[in-house]
């Protein structure tokens, strides 16, 4: 804006405010409980007598429809003007408003006659339609409480006003297209009343502002375009395009939308229900959140401080958390130890690789770190190549469902005690012990062995480890492929060759492909109080299969064909697991071995086959390998079909049809996708590559999958919790925080199970920040009793704990619904 201009219109705003004020509070507008409420205006108060709309509530709408253009008058404007006339005729009796139209500017230097409306709608097709103090007017109307819906073109209204920039959110871009084109709207708030009844993927035409300035993070935004489905031109915004948002604004309610640009947008029952939720909040007939996605509303603290020197008093090698219904949240570390520790890699040596597993409480109502207790394990070996560095360790926790009452703690770990060096292998267990809930001091000699199986530990990695309740008390299990990376060029890992005193390290059909092995698998097993366990009804296998006459699977098979699952989830109103794995190293698809890296989240409703190492993303083949020339490829997989022909299988042949994944990523992007050959095997061609999840970048990725939040588990009189808004919203995050993935997404129900992808996903960045400072490299995540969200940051470096090792705490700090309660319109039911 001028200087000259900006001090003209302050000046007038401040001669012009008194006289305003004054007109309110004739009218009723500053009248009730408190100065910033707008109680529905007293017609007897004023100078119109307006008959009292249906439904008893005093309520009216002012539509202005000035505007600055040339020409005749927008054909957009009559529709406008009776489609919103028909919502305040329908509804609900309550909900009911009486509408009044004008293109009279000089409706806002009256502010007797401005304080009878309850909302003022911008129908306007923008320029600089208000003088200075016409803008005053309806700044102090907003200080007052008022309520403002501006709709497509009343984004370019007012174009030197600051202030109306923020009221409106943001600006279109000159650049931006002109002609309807039908597109697709992401409804991401299934909450608020403009949004909550429409359709999840909601496809329409209409004329697609870009906007000068992304608004997302200052504003709450409600749905998004997206850009795929049409063409943005030039000034395209990516994919996160807002276009309806709403926010609390100088002490008003605020409600934008981008769309609304043809007529025949108001003869469309969804869009005017789209308006009706505007109009009732910013009335205030009902309540909505209009905060829950402003940046500045959330806080993070980190919790811990760094260890002292040469002890782990805070912190591990931090590898995963729970929280207790209490508030405390437990949290492990992997195995590795600071740098002033010694790292054993000498096999001759009994001390190799021993390493401590340890078990930390942090308690809410003290701020204190107690070291519960520390597990003897393999998992200290430190860094290099595949034949040096482990991932083996302390690799999970969970807390029983009774954890109140028995203070039992579940610990999934590699104890250091039950290695051979000699065959190069160990055991893996999921044990339970006994927490002391008084002193939080874990009772090492409590431990009851659950669950145990081998693992080689010649050559890392994928060790898993994440573990999670549902509702029936029922445990998962993730346990990694516990494979090498190193020998198949970073493809499928199906390399039959190496190994080492005959078990496979390379060929992930020895694991994750083979029925009869617990490795590369989410298992599902029922803990028994006596410290036993029992299978549940419904999983992949009831171990009783058999193939050429003997027994061949393992019937705690839930899910089998996964690489690295190191973070899952069970989302204990629905018991849909929720899962993320780590995929191979190759940096870019092969037309001849396969696609490239892709690390992976699923949504798991039933048992199933997810296809490693036989198929990838949306079941996007490899190609086989086998003897007696593994450099050589056979034929691709059938991912309807796959066959275990592997030298290393001791299980079936015939595998379960592979269920495709929601989402996938590559060094490329998210979602890649193919054309494919008359058998369904996609081209592996770069060149010919599309995107299907255009907000994912990939790079050096480690999926970290997150929980699903539900407002509902959380204590109704928390002062932290995060909205209701992201009831039913999945977070999936990476390791790393520079392109990958922190985002926020939401499933259709209706094809989540069937490898159906996200149809709506926000960017969580800015609200779990990243950055060296930050949470640079997530661990873990998930939300307490209290409704915050708790998150491991593993630290900077690798197989060892640092300065930046922490827990940390991310709370909302925005404040509840608004209008307050007792703000609400009078005659409302």
Not at 48 to 53: A, L
Not at 247 to 259: A, E, K, L, Q, V
Not at 815 to 825: E, I, R, V, Y
Request: with cysteine.
């Amino acid at each position: 804006m001028d200087l000259r201009e900006l001090s003209r219109k302050r000046a007038g705003r401040r001669a012009w405010t008194a006289a305003l004020t004054a007109g309110f509070v004739t009218a009723g507008l500053l009248s009730g409980s408190s100065a910033g409420a707008l109680p529905a205006p007293d017609p007897s108060l004023t100078t119109m007598s307006v008959k009292s709309p249906p439904g008893g509530a005093n309520v009216r709408v002012l539509i202005f429809y000035g505007s600055a253009a040339p020409g005749d008058e927008s054909p957009v404007v009559n529709a406008g003007i009776e489609a919103i006339e028909r919502i305040g005729l329908s509804g609900p009796a309550g909900q009911r408003f009486k509408v009044e139209a004008t293109d009279d500017a000089s409706v806002f230097t009256n502010g007797t006659r401005l304080g009878r409306y309850n909302a003022i709608v911008f129908l306007t097709g923008g320029g600089d339609v208000l003088d200075a103090e016409q803008e005053a007017g309806l700044e102090t109307y907003m200080e007052a409480g008022g309520g403002f819906v501006g709709i497509h073109d009343a984004a370019r209204a007012e174009p030197y006003s600051d202030w109306f920039t923020g009221l409106v959110g943001a600006r279109p871009a000159s650049s931006s297209p002109t002609s309807a084109q039908r597109a697709t709207v992401e409804v991401g708030d299934r909450q608020h009343p403009a949004t909550k009844d429409l359709p999840v993927t909601w496809k329409r035409p209409d004329q697609w502002p870009n906007w000068v300035k992304n608004p997302s993070g200052e504003v709450h935004t409600v749905a998004r375009v997206r850009e795929s489905t049409y063409q943005p031109g030039a000034s395209a915004n990516g994919w996160d395009h807002p276009i309806s948002w709403c926010r609390d604004y100088d002490g008003g309610r605020s409600f934008y939308t981008g769309m609304g640009g043809t007529v025949s947008s108001y003869d469309e029952t969804d869009f005017r229900n789209h308006l009706r939720g505007a109009l009732l909040w910013t009335t205030r007939l009902v309540q909505a959140d209009c905060k829950a996605t402003i940046n500045g509303n959330y806080k993070a603290e980190r919790l811990t401080k760094p260890n002292q020197p040469g002890q782990n008093d805070q912190v591990g090698e931090p590898h995963g958390l729970v929280t207790a219904p209490d508030g405390r949240v437990l949290y492990i570390g992997r195995g590795g130890a600071d740098s002033s520790q010694p790292v054993i890699t000498d096999w001759n040596n009994p001390d190799i690789g021993k390493g401590k597993g340890e078990i930390h409480v942090y308690d809410p109502k003290t701020g204190q770190v107690t070291l519960a207790g520390a597990l003897t394990v393999f998992g200290n070996k430190g860094g290099g190549d595949e034949l040096v560095k482990v991932e083996e360790g302390l690799l999970g926790i969970e807390l029983d469902p009774r954890f109140e009452q028995n203070g039992w703690v579940y610990l999934h770990y590699t104890p250091h005690a039950r290695i051979n060096r000699d065959t190069r292998m160990a055991e893996r267990r999921v044990s339970r012990f006994t927490l002391d809930l008084a002193t939080n001091k874990l009772d090492l000699s409590s431990e009851k062995v659950l669950l145990k199986w081998p693992v080689q530990i010649h050559s890392c990695c994928h060790a898993g480890g994440g573990m999670a309740w549902d509702s029936k008390g029922n445990l998962y299990i993730a346990t990694g492929d516990n494979n090498s990376s190193r020998f198949s060029d970073g493809y499928s890992g199906n390399n039959p060759e190496p190994n080492f005193k005959g078990v496979s390290f390379a060929d992930a059909r020895r694991t994750a492909g083979n029925t009869n092995n617990l490795n590369g698998k989410i298992l599902r097993i029922h803990p028994e109080p006596d410290g036993t366990y029992t299978l549940p009804e419904g999983n992949l296998f009831t171990g009783r299969e058999t193939d050429e006459g003997g027994g061949k699977t393992r019937g705690e098979i839930y899910v089998m064909g996964v690489r690295n699952p190191a973070r899952i989830f069970v989302d204990k109103s629905t018991d849909i697991l929720y899962a993320g794995w780590v995929g191979p190293d190759a940096s870019a698809p092969s037309p001849v071995w396969g696609p490239a890296k892709y690390d992976t989240f699923a949504v798991i409703t039933k048992a199933s086959n997810r296809g490693w190492p036989y198929c990838m993303g949306n079941k996007q083949p490899y190609r086989d390998r086998n003897l007696p020339d593994p450099s050589q490829p056979l034929g691709w997989y059938d991912c309807d079909r796959p066959k275990n022909e592997s030298p290393n299988n001791d299980g079936l042949v015939n595998l379960p049809p592979v269920t495709g994944n929601n989402i996938w990523y590559s060094p490329q992007g998210g979602g890649p996708d193919f054309p494919r050959d008359a058998n369904g095997v996609p081209s592996y061609k770069q060149e010919e590559s599309t995107y299907r999840l255009p907000w994912l970048k990939g790079g050096g990725q480690a999926a970290m999958n997150g929980p699903v939040y539900r407002s509902a588990d959380v204590s109704a009189t928390s002062d932290v919790k995060w909205p209701a808004y992201w009831d039913g919203k999945w977070f999936v995050g990476d390791f790393y925080d520079a392109d990958q993935p922190r985002n926020a997404v939401l499933m259709d129900p209706r094809t989540q199970g069937d490898g159906g992808l996200p149809v709506h996903s926000e960017s969580l960045k800015k609200i779990v920040p990243v950055g060296n400072d930050g949470i640079k490299n997530l661990m873990d995540w998930k939300f307490g009793p209290d409704g915050a969200l708790y998150v491991l940051d593993y630290g900077r470096g690798f197989f060892t704990s640092d300065a930046k090792s922490a827990l940390w705490r991310v709370t909302y700090q925005g404040g509840g619904p608004t209008p307050a309660a007792d703000q609400l319109a009078r005659g409302t039911q």
